[in-house]
């Protein structure tokens, strides 16, 4: 290989990782903890997004994942209104 191929490739494997790098550790993130009830069980989950509403989504459906059983429960779950939410950026 020609040392024109070598540093395109060393190159391209630089911009990839600190591509990886800086989008793993942005700080417009959000961090959300939400907490369910749902039907006499209850769950609190924290996730984190690129908006406000993405961290609070992703945080109640895994909350509600937890404290569901079925398709069903889990939809009508991620219906229901958190008990609480509090998200930082």
């Known amino acids: 290989m020609s040392n024109k191929i070598k540093c395109s490739i060393a ?4 911009l990839v990782f600190g591509y ?5 550790t942005q700080l417009d993130q ?3 903890e939400v907490c369910v009830d749902f ?7 924290t996730a ?7 961290a609070i989504r992703t945080a109640l459906d895994t909350a509600c994942a937890q404290i569901s059983s079925g398709m069903t ?4 779950c991620t219906q ?4 609480s939410i509090n998200c930082k950026k």
């Open 80 to 83: 229901t209104a958190p008990k």
């Open 30 to 32: 959000f961090s959300c």
């Open 39 to 45: 039907r006499g069980r209850n769950d609190c989950r």
């Open 20 to 24: 990886i790098v800086y989008s793993s």
């Open 73 to 76: 429960d889990s939809i009508a």
């Open 48 to 54: 984190i997004g690129n908006t406000e509403e993405e």
């Open 11 to 14: 190159l391209t494997v630089i």
